[in-house]
């Protein structure tokens, strides 16, 4: 009897609470809501580094930076998963599973296969064209003149803008196309795997133009507000959106969930696919995020922090032969779960030397916390999360925090900064637990004497994204029919009403070298012409 086959879908930073089977109503994804129906979703899931590249290595691995090497994003393909180390695709291959990987995975090297048949691979900005499978698509399709191929993430990166492709021919699209594409064409006599990553709801927010209005007249939750001190990270991060009033961010929140509105559009047409070819009941079928989006809570934006926003993501299974359909699991899971709920559904087990810190979500022992890191010295925290509270530590000055999650789902209040006796026997508790975790999974040389290090002061860097598409520069010919960035920054933006570029922080991108003062006044004065042509449209 052929084995199941495992379909993983993946978006990128898709906070928690952002499917409307989850009782957020302002939010529209009948797809995922009825995928949930279907099957078991997830309340309390988090990841274990909240940022992209640490993130899917230990989904991939099962395992935490520690033993990968990720702390952080490392986009100079310094590090890579050393050879001793199986992924779950290893595994499953060498059980003679298809393992295929669609869209975006964030492998370093970006090609690495780690397990993986055939490579369909999608990325934000590739460096060489011929490395992304969808750039070269856009190329046969006719989109030579396109270098921004995901959006303007220089200027626009956290600002609301259009697709500067078709809505058929968007990555959100292509990544569903070509997995139905290999559910038509694979030989279904033997078991498959098949990763699909979207990329949205990453920034650059460049939605479809049908997708634009969706949210525009809808309720939408205001930011959360804390009531006590923020880590400097998170002060940090304040600084890379740019919006001179209320409603950049209001419409940015709303192609924000467009964005995931456009996502569950594709994976149901996924779903269906699986229907069709008669292998919905026979698929292990997991959906999920790498991490979440800040989106203006605490006045902070991106990922990077252990507050529920940027490390709670969304989870939904499916496999009717262990889940019941139409349920709700509230347990602290994560996705360093997600390896070992692969191998029990494969019947297999887990051949590297490392106790895996997850289990299958199939497991019904109790879970009574997860774990969280991020990063390397004084940038580095690492985070507890209880039924009831959540307790972390910024080795930057030995920073805590402690919130009662019961209490203040919000994370609005540090207990710490309000201590009594009671609060800090509870801090006592967790500190200990977590330096426990620290020592069998966390980094090397932070740990002294049973506690952990403090230390000196991390400093707040200003940063925007000014991060240029890179694959035009290594082309071996110039390509001459290459839009310039002003002109697709222009295009990305002309139909976009909030947007006023006078109003941004311009000066930071000519000091980037990104433009010159003189593109700046010629994208303004293009802008304006193109706003009056609308009016009189």
Not at 76 to 100: C, G, H, M, V, W
Not at 373 to 385: A, D, L, M
Not at 452 to 471: G, T
């Amino acid at each position: 009897m052929k084995k199941p086959n495992i379909l993983l879908i993946t978006t990128d930073q898709q906070r928690y609470d952002t499917l409307h089977c989850a009782g957020y109503d302002h939010m529209i994804t009948p797809n995922l809501d009825a995928l949930a129906k279907d099957g078991c979703l997830f309340t309390n899931a988090y990841s274990p580094n909240p940022v992209c590249i640490p993130a899917r290595h230990n989904l991939l691995t099962g395992l935490t930076a520690k033993f990968h090497g990720f702390d952080d994003n490392y986009f100079d393909e310094s590090k890579s998963i050393p050879f001793a180390l199986p992924t779950f695709a290893e595994i499953l291959q060498n059980d003679r599973y298809n393992t295929i990987a669609i869209g975006k995975m964030h492998f370093q090297p970006y090609r690495a296969h780690n397990g993986f048949n055939r490579l369909f691979l999608m990325d934000e900005i590739p460096r060489f064209l011929e490395d992304d499978d969808y750039a070269m698509y856009l190329h046969r399709k006719g989109y030579t003149h396109l270098q921004s191929i995901h959006g303007v993430r220089h200027l626009l990166y956290m600002q609301p803008q259009e697709s500067l492709t078709k809505e058929e021919d968007h990555g959100t699209a292509w990544v569903a196309n070509k997995t139905i594409e290999t559910l038509d064409t694979i030989s279904l006599e033997r078991p498959f795997l098949i990763w699909s990553g979207f990329i949205a709801p990453h920034p650059p927010l460049d939605v479809p133009h049908d997708y634009q209005k969706l949210y525009n007249n809808l309720i939408i939750p205001k930011p959360k507000i804390s009531k006590t001190t923020l880590s400097n990270l998170a002060i940090e991060n304040k600084n890379i959106a740019n919006y001179p009033d209320e409603s950049y961010l209001r419409r940015v929140k709303e192609l924000y969930f467009s964005a995931i509105t456009h996502v569950d559009t594709h994976v149901g047409r996924i779903l269906q696919k699986l229907k069709d070819i008669g292998e919905y009941d026979n698929t292990l079928i997991i959906f999920t995020s790498d991490h979440g989006e800040m989106l203006g809570d605490y006045g902070t934006y991106q990922k990077f922090l252990p507050y529920d926003s940027s490390s709670k993501i969304p989870l939904i299974a499916r496999y009717p032969k262990q889940l019941v359909a139409n349920t709700v699991c509230n347990d602290l899971v994560s996705l360093n779960d997600i390896l070992p709920t692969i191998l029990d559904v494969a019947k297999l087990t887990y051949p590297g030397q490392a106790k895996l810190p997850g289990k299958s979500l199939f497991d019904n022992t109790p879970r009574e916390e997860v774990f969280m890191e991020h990063c390397r010295g004084n940038r580095r925290w690492v985070s507890i999360r209880t039924r009831e509270y959540k307790f972390n530590y910024y080795f930057s000055l030995g920073r805590e925090e402690l919130f009662n999650m019961i209490d203040d789902p919000n994370e609005t209040t540090n207990l710490l900064e309000i201590p009594n006796d009671s609060v800090q026997a509870i801090r006592d508790v967790l500190y200990k637990r977590l330096v426990q975790y620290e020592k069998n999974y966390g980094l090397p040389d932070t740990i002294q004497n049973d506690q952990f290090k403090i230390l000196e002061e991390m400093d707040i860097h200003f940063y925007r994204e000014a991060n240029p598409p890179q694959f035009p520069h290594n082309l071996r010919s110039k390509n001459t029919t290459l839009w310039s960035l002003k002109k697709e920054l222009i295009e990305a933006v002309k139909n976009e009403k909030v947007v006023q570029i006078e109003d941004l922080d311009t000066d930071y991108y000519i000091q980037h070298g990104i433009f010159s003062q003189e593109d700046i006044q010629e994208i303004i004065h293009e802008l304006k012409k193109e706003a009056i042509t609308l009016l009189d449209d």
